[in-house]
């Protein structure tokens, strides 16, 4: 999977600073290609965010390959593009997850320790706002990718609702990416 990733951003991330965020993600100052994606539920797994990536990726490709998003909605993006606000949408998720164990019970009743992760957020920016803080911090992002980025949690995002709104009404990729984001949550990964 990471070779993957790893082709992918090579073959189409290539603007300015691209190379030295890739090097960030590869070095020990990074978990991305070991961390999970959540801590119980999507792919609460070693190289969960590294598939989440992934499967976003391939969902906002489909969702933006359809004939009537490109005739009528008339939105046409760039492989770049599209490339970074996939696969760079949840850098938010870098080094916060700690692995740990909890108590669950099993079906007769008895208590058992299963590893599980623990959220430790040292750098607590909120959520679409770190991962559009922490790419800016190499490359620049178009207004669309930082917004669609900022906004890829949709209205699950409750202390911004008309925000929400708004971004998706002046930025359709932002929407798309949403619509890519929960796609590969809820169908691919549940």
């Not at 020990?28 to 969960?48: I, M, N, Q, W």
């Amino acid at each position: 999977m990471k070779e993957e990733f790893l082709t992918i951003y090579k073959k189409f991330i290539t603007r300015a600073g691209s190379a030295e965020l890739l090097d960030f993600l590869l070095s020990s100052k990074s978990d991305f290609f070991e961390a999970p994606a959540s801590t119980r539920y999507h792919l609460s797994k070693p190289e969960g965010l590294l598939e989440h990536s992934i499967n976003v990726y391939k969902c906002l490709k489909d969702y933006l390959d359809r004939p009537r998003v490109k005739e009528v909605y008339n939105l046409n993006v760039s492989d770049e593009s599209i490339a970074i606000v996939a696969l760079l949408h949840d850098l938010c998720k870098v080094n916060v997850y700690k692995k740990s164990f909890r108590n669950v019970k099993d079906d007769s009743g008895k208590w058992n320790k299963v590893p599980s992760y623990d959220f430790n957020d040292e750098l607590p920016y909120g959520h679409g706002e770190k991962s559009v803080y922490i790419i800016s911090g190499f490359m620049k992002l178009s207004r669309e990718e930082a917004f669609a980025i900022r906004y890829h949690m949709g209205f699950t995002d409750k202390d911004n609702i008309n925000n929400v709104s708004q971004a998706f009404s002046k930025f359709p990729l932002a929407f798309a990416l949403s619509t890519a984001d929960m796609e590969a949550t809820y169908f691919l990964e549940e």
